[in-house]
């Protein structure tokens, strides 16, 4: 009895990831961006701990409290003390009006899963059938990265496309081998660090995060 309300607990918690998606993909507001993104990284590590107790895959504990230290406490207190020093209150600005950007996220999410159906079908996890939901969250925030043309909304994206790609290597193979979790999340701790580093650069040459500007670089 407890192995199909497990499991329905996983697709509950993949489906407000989902929603979470979409609400970051229609977000105006940079700190509403930033906590949105924390409460993905929250829902996602709860995921992943009902998982670990479904499967007794115990290495999905460790996923999970990791997922909490970086992606719950530590990037968004980063993105948030770099929008402090930055002195960054604009809203977030997009190429395609919202609407517009609405209807194409929704036809990426049929696309997704119409394409994760016959590879979920090969899987053998209890949480198999988050596969299309997982794909939906990658394809969502990478229209979110091309749809933003300020910097920090990008490195969010970029961020919450992470997080759809861990989700789906837990719903396929009930995770990576803990040496590669580890490597990832060293790998977007000094992205995040590199990417401050990167705002403040921007910030001083052009006085605007706006990444239009990089289009007045010249090679000399």
Same mark, same amino acid.
């Given at each position: 009895?407890?192995?199909? $309300?497990?499991? +329905?607990? =996983? /697709? ?24 949105? $993104?924390?409460?993905?990284?929250? =829902? %996602?590590?709860?995921?992943?701990? !009902?998982?670990? @107790? ?6 999905? @504990? @460790?996923?999970?409290?990791?997922? !909490?230290?970086? &992606?719950?406490?530590? #990037? ?10 930055? /002195?960054?209150?604009? +809203? ?15 036809? %990426?999410?049929? $696309? ?50 992470? /997080? ?9 193979? @009930? ?10 999340? #060293?790998?977007? #701790?000094?992205?995040? !660090?590199?990417?401050? =580093?990167? $705002? ?6 052009? +006085?605007?995060?706006? #990444?239009?500007?990089?289009?007045? %670089?010249?090679? &000399?």
């Amino acid at each position: 009895m407890a192995s199909p $309300f497990l499991g +329905d607990l =996983i /697709n509950l918690l993949a489906a407000l990831l989902l929603l979470i998606a979409f609400a970051m993909l229609a977000q105006r507001r940079v700190l509403s961006l930033i906590n949105l $993104f924390a409460w993905q990284g929250l =829902i %996602l590590a709860a995921s992943t701990a !009902v998982m670990a @107790y479904s499967s007794h895959q115990h290495h999905l @504990y @460790y996923s999970a409290l990791l997922t !909490v230290l970086l &992606k719950v406490l530590f #990037l968004p207190w980063l993105l948030h003390r770099l929008i402090r020093q930055l /002195n960054v209150k604009w +809203d977030v600005e997009t190429l395609i009006n919202i609407p517009t950007t609405m209807l194409t996220g929704l036809g %990426l999410v049929v $696309f997704a899963f119409n394409l994760a159906t016959p590879i979920s079908q090969l899987a053998t996890t209890v949480a198999k059938s988050t596969l299309g939901i997982a794909l939906a969250s990658v394809l969502l925030s990478f229209l979110m990265m091309i749809t933003r043309r300020k910097a920090i909304p990008q490195v969010i994206g970029f961020l919450a496309m992470e /997080n759809g790609l861990f989700l789906a290597a837990t719903s396929a193979t @009930y995770g990576m081998p803990m040496v590669v979790e580890l490597g990832i999340a #060293l790998d977007v #701790l000094v992205g995040a !660090v590199i990417l401050g =580093i990167f $705002f403040f650069q921007i910030r001083e040459a052009f +006085d605007s995060l706006d #990444l239009k500007h990089m289009e007045q %670089l010249r090679e &000399k």
